[in-house]
């Protein structure tokens, strides 16, 4: 190719095509700096790109059908080829591992085929879910029910849900399951964590209940969970009526973690085009590189609420849906959306007379 060719600008949709990427992949890519155009119309806001960046975006392809993060491809494409071959070595190793977990489970799944038995789901998996569900349910039991995990298994799905008014957490497994029918119930939340080590050494674990509470078994041995006797709250009602969506932001798991790890009370968070803003009392700000979209949103949280909600999201990009800064923030996985938490934010205190208003 010529160089007059490989400077000739095309619009996002001959890239699409010449890349296999659609053009929301290519908005996202841009958005997060990692494909950006060549030129942006500043009147119509198109895109248009030169074809010598169609190999970029090929690669950009490539690498996310094996699942590798974006941080990490940005990194094997930032140009150090001994760095791209570790990070390359370290995600094949990773894939390695995740497949051998894959076949040892399916292996005891074979196994339990045409027995009569209740919904079965990994034991890692259960053991990782409830670590992430858990931490929104109340610590203590002046509203019991809200002390305790919302427990729901259908034909093929187990779904857990806690929340203590001002977090909520659900996700759902899939799940194998031959008979047993559908219930649901709220389950002590310590006696699910304490089952943690046991969960995790555990291929397969069917869940069932009984008139005694809910049962796990797993490799001939049974786990008792006790139950709560009360009606848990209207959780899908509260997720249907959630306000629309204005503000979108996505920002790096790792990065928001450290910025939380240090920060005081009250946390004072600020979207924008590329950054995510994090300010505190001692009038630190930590700015953290990001994705967002809509309008500007300052928000208030307490570490105590954020921290748990970050630490437990599923991969390594985290994405928040925001619709004003007094209404529950969505924080859940950019690429992965089968853990929904629910995060609501304080109220941001009036400035001081002495305090800087500009």
């Known amino acids: 190719m010529t160089g007059g060719e490989a400077d000739e600008l095309i ?62 491809i940005a990194a094997i494409l930032a140009g150090d080829p001994d760095e791209a071959e ?21 292996a ?18 259960l053991a990782h879910a409830i670590g992430q569900v858990a931490g929104a349910a109340a610590r ?10 919302f427990v729901e298994v259908n034909p093929n799905s187990v779904t857990l849900t806690a929340t203590d008014r001002y977090r909520l957490s659900t996700r759902t497994l899939v799940a194998d399951q031959h008979d047993g029918g559908t219930w649901s119930a709220v389950v002590e ?23 005694h509470g809910v049962v796990l078994r797993g490799d001939g041995v049974e786990k008792q969970c006790a139950t709560i006797e009360e009606t848990f709250p209207d959780y899908r009602a509260m997720l249907a009526d959630l306000a629309p969506v204005t503000t979108r932001i996505v920002v790096g798991r ?16 600020a979207t924008g085009d590329t950054a995510l803003s994090v300010s505190t009392p001692g009038g630190a700000v930590h700015t953290i590189p990001a994705s967002g979209t ?29 619709s004003g800064p007094d209404q529950p923030v969505v924080v859940r996985s950019a690429t992965d959306g089968d853990l929904t938490t629910l995060v609501m934010p304080r109220a941001i205190a009036a400035p001081t007379e002495n305090e800087d208003t500009r």
């Open 189 to 211: 939340t310590t006696d699910l964590t304490g089952l943690d080590g046991w969960l995790r050494r555990i291929a397969v674990v069917g869940v069932a209940r009984t008139d």
């Open 86 to 106: 570790r990070l390359l070595d370290h995600h094949v190793r990773e894939l390695e591992r995740r497949a051998q977990e894959a076949a040892r489970v399916a």
């Open 294 to 322: 809509g309008p500007r949103v300052d928000l208030a949280f307490t570490a105590t609420t954020l921290r748990p909600a970050v630490e437990e999201a599923l991969g390594p990009d985290i994405m928040f849906d925001i």
């Open 140 to 149: 203590d039991h002046d509203i019991p029910v809200l002390a305790g995990v």
């Open 108 to 125: 005891a799944v074979k196994h339990l085929l045409g027995a009569r038995r209740p919904a079965s789901v990994s034991g890692a998996t």
């Open 254 to 269: 790792a990065a928001l973690l450290d910025v939380l790890d240090a920060a005081s009370d009250p946390l004072i968070c």
């Open 11 to 72: 619009t996002i949709g001959t890239m699409a095509r010449a890349s296999g990427l659609t053009t929301s992949a290519l908005r996202f890519y841009d958005d997060g700096g990692l494909l950006i155009p060549a030129r942006v119309d500043e009147t119509t806001g198109y895109r248009y790109y030169t074809r010598a960046q169609s190999e970029r975006a090929v690669l950009i392809r490539r690498l996310r059908g094996v699942g590798v993060p974006l941080g990490a």
